[in-house]
């Protein structure tokens, strides 16, 4: 980690002239030179404000002048820098300037909150320690902080603080959550502190497509990600060396970074002397597509409009032109197989990583949806009956000389008809591309939980050329970082083995709440307490949670996922409104921080098992088809897995005059979660 531009003790900082300090400043900003006017302007300001208010810090409390200050402290998953990180003793102040403002805004909060829980999460040295997060805005009105009503979390309600109080705010809040000196912060062990974040996929995504590093983005389990996206280049450049085509599995649990690997390979073209166009990502997944067009979308355009302010570009930046920019690097499975299927021509991608590689259509269901095209389509395209894993092998084989396939491998994620699972591939490989090296984990060899104990190849395969290493296995899931065995959890509710889940709910309940309730505005409410920063909070319900509808839960509602996972928390259509309920088909692949998952009678318990039903016209049917019933415990089982700090299960009390919902539907799955370890509330 980079730390800071300038540290010194407070007691220096106040003997330094501010022409030294600014200069520092500038030193350590290669992209100083462009910004110089506003950023001399608002750090002359701010320096000016911050010794007048430390003066009177140190008259008060002469201590105080052996506390250390940092400015400008980089926060890579944020993309952004802290202001001002003040260590005082045992305590850590984070402080956000906004000098021109005259009033406190809501955006500005989130800022600083989010600096405080990323240092809170990720910054080794900071996370047992008290953070207080202060958003000063010197020419705003006081607010006057009760600290007699605080609660007795590591970091603080945010405190507002101006040119008149800033100095008096620093000193109460030291009187009221300073414990003990003899555990004061060491600054170089701070300032050196290992930082592990684990950004969200959209957040990684974005910081990706930006230029960030890999293992700046994501220190957590970084050298697991790392050592498999390295494995890949070095076994994209050993194809493009030795002219060969070669397909890479990489398997690993939910949350385990896979998407991420994949973004990373296509974003490291020129590790393998790649160009802006024969590399692309793509999946079948279309909410996950249409989130990260859209972030990497808006992102690219704010650095445009950036760049053109400080005339760097002389074009007016578009946000159609960034929209364009994006639209050649993800891309959606379906419409790429529609474009190649009608061409024979190889594909302009000589480099192609599938995410979710195991939703792939098998040949049934590609037919199926073939002859809907058909019948809608002026030029309809005639086809043999084949799976979407064996069409990718047949247009990437039209590549003269090399080409690579990546193939992401997720269990238990199949939630639709017709998709193929692991064998799919195996079966194209064996039955007509057996000249394709295969590059794969003991895990898809042998079948493992993270597989769903499902193969690659059922028979025999030692005429293959299989390459195994376990580089290419990701094991520790980092979407639920506070709790990393979240996913043996769900997977033992799901297995209905009530003991394992206990214990392990008992483990991690301490920072990972798994909270269960009757009441819809407790669940909702609970929700809101957890919003702080740019934590997502939102609700999720399976999509045949038909009944759930009383209670103002319609999984039919129309939800855009790109505005319910991006846009904050003004917006109705955002999920922080918890108005809008996604369903397993809007989440899959993606992730949010606290969610309430809304428990239907669709997946209900029958003495010591579940019980599988169908809503259809007036009442519940049963559901007697293995597959279907397989892709509904993967529903609730994707469901639990996409919070990432918590979750609150919402199960009905049920209502004796209606005979869709009655109470012995859902007392029993209530009583199961409550024995698996959750808590009511």
């Not at 302007?41 to 007048?52: G, H």
């Not at 039209?398 to 998709?419: D, F, K, P, S």
Request: hydrophobic share 35%; with cysteine; aromatic share 10%.
């Amino acid at each position: 980690m980079r730390g800071s531009y300038y540290s010194a003790s407070i007691e220096v900082f106040l003997k330094t002239p501010n022409e030294e300090i600014i200069g520092k400043l500038n030193l350590a900003n290669t992209q100083f030179a462009s910004q110089y006017t506003i950023t001399t302007t608002s750090w002359n300001s701010s320096i000016e404000l911050l010794k007048k208010s430390f003066v009177e810090l140190v008259d008060n409390n002469n201590k105080a002048s052996k506390w250390h200050l940092f400015l400008e402290y980089e926060i890579p998953r944020l993309q952004s820098r802290i202001d001002a990180v003040i260590l005082a003793d045992d305590l850590i102040f984070v402080v956000e300037f906004k000098y021109d403002r005259k009033q406190y805004e809501l955006a500005d909060l989130r800022q600083v909150e989010d600096y405080a829980f990323d240092l809170h999460d990720f910054h080794k040295e900071s996370s047992s320690k008290t953070i207080v997060p202060i958003l000063f805005a010197p020419l705003a009105k006081s607010i006057v902080k009760n600290f007699t009503e605080e609660t007795p979390q590591l970091v603080k309600d945010c405190i507002y603080a101006n040119a008149v109080n800033l100095s008096q705010i620093l000193n109460n809040a030291y009187t009221a959550y300073h414990i003990d000196s003899n555990e004061s912060i060491d600054y170089k062990k701070w300032d050196e502190s290992d930082y592990s974040p684990t950004p969200t996929i959209i957040q990684a995504a974005t910081s990706l497509f930006a230029g960030q590093d890999v293992k700046e983005i994501s220190n957590y389990g970084a050298d697991n990600l790392a050592k498999t996206s390295t494995y890949l280049i070095q076994a994209i450049n050993n194809a493009k060396e030795h002219n060969k085509k070669i397909i890479c599995f990489v398997t690993g649990v939910p949350g385990a970074g896979k998407t991420l690997v994949g973004l990373d390979v296509v974003h490291e073209k020129d590790a393998f002397g790649g160009t802006d166009t024969n590399t692309a990502y793509f999946s079948g997944n279309v909410p996950l597509i249409n989130v990260l067009k859209e972030s990497l979308a808006r992102d690219h355009y704010k650095r445009q409009q950036q760049l053109y302010k400080k005339g760097l570009i002389s074009e007016k930046p578009a946000k159609g032109g960034s929209e364009r920019k994006v639209k050649s690097k993800i891309q959606n499975l379906h419409q790429f197989i529609k474009y190649n299927i009608r061409r024979k021509t190889a594909p302009v991608e000589r480099i192609v990583v599938f995410d979710e590689a195991q939703r792939c259509w098998d040949a049934k269901q590609f037919s199926n949806k073939a002859k809907q095209n058909r019948n809608r389509e002026t030029t309809p395209f005639d086809i043999e009956e084949k799976s979407e894993a064996e069409l990718l092998f047949e247009f990437m084989s039209r590549h003269e000389g090399w080409a690579v396939i990546i193939a992401l491998i997720g269990g238990g994620q199949e939630i639709n008809t017709g998709e193929g699972g692991i064998a799919e591939w195996g079966k194209a490989i064996q039955s007509k591309y057996q000249n394709w090296e295969v590059h794969i984990s003991p895990q898809l060899i042998k079948g493992d939980s993270s597989t769903d104990n499902q193969k690659l190849f059922n028979n025999n395969y030692s005429h293959l050329l299989i390459k195994q290493n376990e580089q290419l296995h990701l094991s520790v899931s980092q979407r639920s970082f506070k709790a990393a065995n979240l996913n043996n959890w769900v997977q033992a509710v799901i297995a209905n083995e009530v003991v394992p889940a206990k214990n392990i709910a008992n483990s991690i309940q301490e920072v990972y709440p798994l909270v269960i309730t009757r009441d819809i505005n407790k669940a909702k409410e609970w929700l809101r307490n957890k919003k702080a920063g740019s934590k997502r909070i939102g609700m999720l319900a399976s999509s045949g949670g038909l009944r759930l509808k009383p209670y103002g839960i319609n999984v039919r509602d129309v939800v855009d996922e790109a505005l319910w996972f991006l846009n904050d928390e003004n917006d109705v259509r955002s999920s922080y409104y918890l108005e809008l309920t996604a369903t397993e088909y809007k989440v899959q692949g993606l992730e949010i921080d606290w969610a309430c998952v809304c428990w239907d009678a669709d997946l209900r318990r029958r003495n010591d098992s579940w019980d599988f039903k169908n809503f259809s016209g007036t009442t519940w049917q049963e559901n007697k088809n293995l597959q279907e019933r397989m892709f509904l415990l993967n529903t609730y089982r994707v469901l639990l897995t996409r919070a990432r700090e918590g979750i609150i299960v919402f199960v009905p009390a049920g209502d004796n005059r209606d005979y869709t919902r009655l109470p012995e539907f859902y007392d029993p799955i209530f009583i199961y979660l409550k024995n698996c370890g959750m808590r009511e509330i």
